[in-house]
Nanobody, 118 residues
């Protein structure tokens, strides 16, 4: 399976913003919903937001109100704008395309580290 490539993470202060990007192959991206996930140290990977191929977004409670997911179908890229970051947002962020019924269209990439600390 192909791997998405995430980028844009970094070390920021609480309250600052970051914009993550994820580039994926057509086999992963085209026609599929794309999701942003994160895994904090010692915790399981969790979903943050999903966007359909038609640009309809869904946010979990952890992302609602501060994060915005978007996609550029011409570039096979999905974005996550994160505002007002908090220390509890510290995690490795991944993207992938979930399959209906379970599993994913891609394998997990390296992710991009986001660290929020004063």
């Amino acid at each position: 399976q192909a791997q998405p490539v995430e980028s844009g993470g970094g070390l920021v202060l609480p309250g600052e913003s970051l914009r993550l990007s994820c580039a994926a192959s057509g086999s992963i991206f085209t026609g599929n919903s794309m999701g942003w996930y994160r895994q904090a140290p010692g915790k399981q990977r969790e979903l943050g937001a999903i966007i359909s191929s038609g640009h309809s977004p869904y946010y979990t409670d952890s992302a609602k109100g501060r994060f915005t997911i978007s996609r550029d179908n011409g570039k096979n890229t999905v974005y996550l704008q994160m505002n007002n970051l908090k220390p509890e947002d510290t995690a490795v962020y991944y993207c992938n395309a979930p399959r209906y019924g379970g599993g994913y269209y891609g394998s997990w990439g390296q992710g991009t580290q986001v660290t929020v600390s004063s």
